[in-house]
């Protein structure tokens, strides 16, 4: 870092929160001083960013004992007191996801090979266009191709256009046909007076210039990248998905208020995707190992997997726990969702509460049941952004695993962290080893170390390594995989801590265990399973063991998950309940029976017919004989019965004898169940 820049106000506007961070050397090193977070004033009636930051650097300075602010304004630069900063970096999220609609010439082949570029951008996808398309459309017998897509394309406004198609070599004739799709959807647009587009080209090398010629007539923005689908099989996503990210940060400046942060020499802007990119990147790069970062934030859900020498990403824009719910819950149905809580719901009170956060996302959760709620939510966020995931990367693999997010970062207990990303994730045969530590960025540093990096690496690396990496390693995981039936014994773990004892536990199929190990401590833990049980890509029946001290102590120690995958969760509520209620109890969650009553079933009540509630004289019933026919004769009773008395009224029981009657007159049957001749 250069000498006179030490001092860094590290801003991040998320759509939520805003989290201020003060960064100073200390001993030579850049180190985390202090942080406050506040509500965001975006949305109404502020619609200026500026205003959560200034409250938030107003409660930073309280808590420091330095003067940030001067008259309203971010003190800049540094006193000779020590008093103000030098340096403002503004990481955000709180940006419209980009609207993309796809023009490709095959479906499974480009249009997919460019849908795995946009996944790595906060976006919708309002539409795929694609020459193959087959319409089911009552009208399509009626309508031609171009008068279908036209009929989708004119009501949208998207923000890019893709155009893509054809391997390198191919003929051109496809794309020019595409290209005269998408003329006419900018000509249209022009005419009604709206922004055109940027429009993205990705597709055959040999069509970029016919593509350009065709709309060069417009005044929109035209970028051409390397094709994204060169050949049958071989996928080149990083130049589009480059070419996205860049136009989505160009909606920086049109954020409300951040021009009042500081002058443009003075302050860097990111995207907090960029910042998170850079930091996986560097830490797969560090550890020498592949990592997987989550962050279930309050609009968007975002999954990056890197390695070494490889990065994807499956971001969805309107997926989260907040602004985001609403379109998460079209996704997946409140049942996915009810699944997870230990306590009983009605479908439409769920759907009332879940709808509630999007009218009132800056509500905290206030109940242990909106905790719950909240967490449900995180796990089938969780669970669709790693489908997406494996779906863009089937030999998916991590050895690391970091997540962030509010509902996650929030919760009341770490067990109930730690619950929700091991159901939503169900790591499985994606690891690699024995060991799956799992780190909770507690303070949001990941995407403010990758900020600072592009202005300070050194600065990065130190807050990266001093405060980042010890707030706050969550726990290491175990995963066993294999087994028959439930609560059989699969393995056995013995795990030996550094300058301490050991402890050996048994472990049966369907166990979800913990062993302690505070933070500071460390240890080597032994697994011998049984045959036919594996752990990671070891082969089944395979004892495998850690390096001494490989086992770092964290909050919740080591912790074994031997449920089985996929994870099957009971259909009845009330034994699904149970295991979960179990399962809390086992992370150290809960420490006592639940306290949720299961509802009761009551049958609703059978109408009595008016036959039986008019008074009516008491009238025995006939004899019948075992094969429901009448005995001939009378009986005594009807004897001594009136005329008037003669014919009795109905009961339910001579409506069923008379419906008995007609089915067994119809066709007479021996004993064998023949028909008599």
């Given at each position: 870092?250069?000498?006179?820049?030490?001092?860094?106000?590290?801003?991040?506007?998320?759509?939520?929160?805003?989290?201020?961070?003060?960064?100073?050397?200390?001993?030579?090193?850049?180190?985390?001083?202090?942080?406050?977070?506040?509500?965001?004033?975006?949305?109404?009636?502020?619609?200026?960013?500026?205003?959560?930051?200034?409250?938030?650097?107003?409660?930073?300075?309280?808590?420091?004992?330095?003067?940030?602010?001067?008259?309203?304004?971010?003190?800049?630069?540094?006193?000779?007191?020590?008093?103000?900063?030098?340096?403002?970096?503004?990481?955000?999220?709180?940006?419209?996801?980009?609207?993309?609609?796809?023009?490709?010439?095959?479906?499974?082949?480009?249009?997919?090979?460019?849908?795995?570029?946009?996944?790595?951008?906060?976006?919708?996808?309002?539409?795929?266009?694609?020459?193959?398309?087959?319409?089911?459309?009552?009208?399509?017998?009626?309508?031609?191709?171009?008068?279908?897509?036209?009929?989708?394309?004119?009501?949208?406004?998207?923000?890019?256009?893709?155009?893509?198609?054809?391997?390198?070599?191919?003929?051109?004739?496809?794309?020019?046909?595409?290209?005269?799709?998408?003329?006419?959807?900018?000509?249209?647009?022009?005419?009604?007076?709206?922004?055109?587009?940027?429009?993205?080209?990705?597709?055959?090398?040999?069509?970029?210039?016919?593509?350009?010629?065709?709309?060069?007539?417009?005044?929109?923005?035209?970028?051409?990248?390397?094709?994204?689908?060169?050949?049958?099989?071989?996928?080149?996503?990083?130049?589009?998905?480059?070419?996205?990210?860049?136009?989505?940060?160009?909606?920086?400046?049109?954020?409300?208020?951040?021009?009042?942060?500081?002058?443009?020499?003075?302050?860097?802007?990111?995207?907090?995707?960029?910042?998170?990119?850079?930091?996986?990147?560097?830490?797969?790069?560090?550890?020498?190992?592949?990592?997987?970062?989550?962050?279930?934030?309050?609009?968007?859900?975002?999954?990056?997997?890197?390695?070494?020498?490889?990065?994807?990403?499956?971001?969805?824009?309107?997926?989260?726990?907040?602004?985001?719910?609403?379109?998460?819950?079209?996704?997946?149905?409140?049942?996915?969702?009810?699944?997870?809580?230990?306590?009983?719901?009605e479908e439409q009170e769920l759907i009332e509460r879940v709808l509630q956060r999007t009218l009132r996302p800056q509500t905290?959760?206030?109940?242990?049941?909106?905790?719950?709620?909240?967490?449900?939510?995180?796990?089938?966020?969780?669970?669709?952004?790693?489908?997406?995931?494996?779906?863009?990367?089937?030999?998916?693999?991590?050895?690391?695993?970091?997540?962030?997010?509010?509902?996650?970062?929030?919760?009341?207990?770490?067990?109930?962290?730690?619950?929700?990303?091991?159901?939503?994730l169900q790591p499985a045969y994606e690891l690699p080893g024995l060991l799956l530590p799992i780190h909770l960025d507690s303070?949001?540093?990941?995407?403010?170390?990758?900020?600072?990096?592009?202005?300070?690496?050194?600065?990065?690396?130190?807050?990266?390594?001093?405060?980042?990496?010890?707030?706050?390693?969550?726990?290491?995981?175990?995963?066993?995989?294999?087994?028959?039936?439930?609560?059989?014994?699969?393995?056995?773990?013995?795990?030996?801590?550094?300058?301490?004892?050991?402890?050996?536990?048994?472990?049966?199929?369907?166990?979800?265990?913990?062993?302690?190990?505070?933070?500071?401590?460390?240890?080597?833990?032994?697994?011998?399973?049984?045959?036919?049980?594996?752990?990671?890509?070891?082969?089944?029946?395979?004892?495998?063991?850690?390096?001494?001290?490989?086992?770092?102590?964290?909050?919740?120690?080591?912790?074994?998950?031997?449920?089985?995958?996929?994870?099957?969760?009971?259909?009845?509520?009330?034994?699904?309940?149970?295991?979960?209620?179990?399962?809390?109890?086992?992370?150290?969650?809960?420490?006592?029976?639940?306290?949720?009553?299961?509802?009761?079933?009551?049958?609703?009540?059978?109408?009595?017919?008016?036959?039986?509630?008019?008074?009516?004289?008491?009238?025995?019933?006939?004899?019948?004989?075992?094969?429901?026919?009448?005995?001939?004769?009378?009986?005594?009773?009807?004897?001594?019965?009136?005329?008037?008395e003669t014919s009795p009224a109905k009961t339910p029981a001579d409506d069923l004898d008379e419906l008995r009657q007609k089915?067994?007159?119809?066709?007479?049957?021996?004993?064998?169940?023949?028909?008599?001749?």
């Open positions: 870092m250069a000498d006179n820049v030490r001092a860094i106000l590290a801003i991040e506007i998320g759509s939520l929160t805003t989290r201020v961070s003060l960064i100073d050397q200390v001993d030579g090193e850049s180190r985390l001083i202090g942080q406050t977070e506040t509500l965001t004033s975006r949305e109404l009636p502020y619609q200026n960013v500026f205003f959560a930051v200034q409250e938030a650097t107003a409660q930073l300075a309280e808590l420091t004992g330095r003067q940030l602010l001067h008259e309203g304004h971010l003190l800049m630069p540094r006193t000779i007191t020590g008093d103000g900063i030098d340096k403002v970096v503004v990481v955000t999220s709180a940006l419209e996801p980009l609207r993309v609609v796809v023009a490709a010439i095959a479906t499974d082949v480009s249009a997919r090979s460019a849908l795995h570029a946009i996944r790595g951008v906060p976006n919708v996808v309002l539409e795929v266009i694609t020459l193959d398309d087959v319409s089911h459309h009552p009208t399509s017998s009626v309508q031609s191709w171009i008068e279908r897509q036209l009929e989708k394309l004119l009501p949208l406004l998207p923000d890019v256009i893709i155009l893509t198609g054809g391997i390198e070599g191919s003929a051109i004739e496809s794309m020019k046909r595409l290209a005269h799709l998408v003329n006419l959807k900018l000509s249209f647009t022009e005419a009604i007076k709206q922004p055109l587009p940027t429009v993205i080209y990705a597709g055959n090398t040999a069509a970029a210039s016919t593509v350009h010629t065709i709309l060069s007539r417009h005044s929109c923005e035209l970028i051409s990248v390397a094709n994204v689908r060169p050949t049958l099989d071989q996928e080149n996503v990083t130049p589009l998905r480059q070419a996205l990210l860049a136009r989505y940060a160009r909606q920086l400046t049109d954020l409300p208020g951040v021009q009042q942060l500081a002058d443009s020499e003075k302050r860097t802007l990111h995207t907090i995707i960029e910042a998170q990119y850079v930091m996986t990147r560097f830490l797969a790069e560090r550890r020498q190992q592949p990592v997987l970062f989550t962050d279930v934030g309050a609009t968007t859900t975002t999954l990056i997997a890197a390695a070494p020498d490889h990065v994807s990403a499956a971001i969805h824009g309107v997926c989260g726990t907040a602004f985001g719910v609403s379109n998460l819950l079209c996704e997946v149905g409140p049942a996915a969702i009810a699944r997870w809580l230990p306590f009983a719901i905290m959760p206030v109940t242990r049941e909106d905790c719950y709620l909240d967490l449900a939510i995180v796990r089938e966020a969780l669970a669709l952004g790693m489908a997406t995931l494996r779906e863009g990367q089937p030999a998916l693999t991590y050895s690391y695993l970091v997540v962030s997010g509010g509902a996650l970062v929030h919760a009341p207990h770490p067990g109930m962290t730690l619950l929700a990303i091991l159901d939503g303070l949001g540093l990941l995407a403010v170390c990758g900020g600072i990096a592009a202005h300070s690496a050194d600065a990065a690396v130190s807050v990266f390594d001093h405060d980042l990496l010890t707030n706050t390693p969550l726990a290491t995981c175990i995963v066993l995989q294999g087994g028959n039936r439930f609560g059989d014994p699969i393995a056995e773990i013995e795990l030996i801590t550094v300058g301490g004892g050991s402890e050996q536990i048994q472990v049966r199929n369907g166990d979800l265990l913990r062993l302690p190990l505070p933070i500071g401590r460390y240890a080597q833990v032994k697994v011998r399973p049984r045959a036919g049980v594996r752990v990671g890509k070891g082969a089944p029946g395979e004892a495998v063991e850690s390096d001494p001290a490989e086992v770092h102590g964290s909050l919740l120690g080591l912790v074994v998950d031997a449920r089985g995958r996929p994870l099957a969760l009971p259909e009845d509520g009330t034994e699904r309940r149970r295991l979960l209620w179990s399962w809390l109890r086992a992370v150290g969650a809960e420490h006592s029976d639940s306290p949720y009553p299961e509802p009761v079933t009551t049958l609703p009540e059978m109408p009595i017919p008016e036959s039986v509630i008019a008074p009516v004289p008491v009238v025995a019933r006939q004899r019948r004989s075992w094969f429901g026919r009448r005995k001939q004769g009378q009986t005594p009773s009807e004897m001594t019965l009136s005329p008037a089915v067994t007159k119809s066709a007479r049957r021996s004993w064998f169940g023949r028909r008599k001749s």
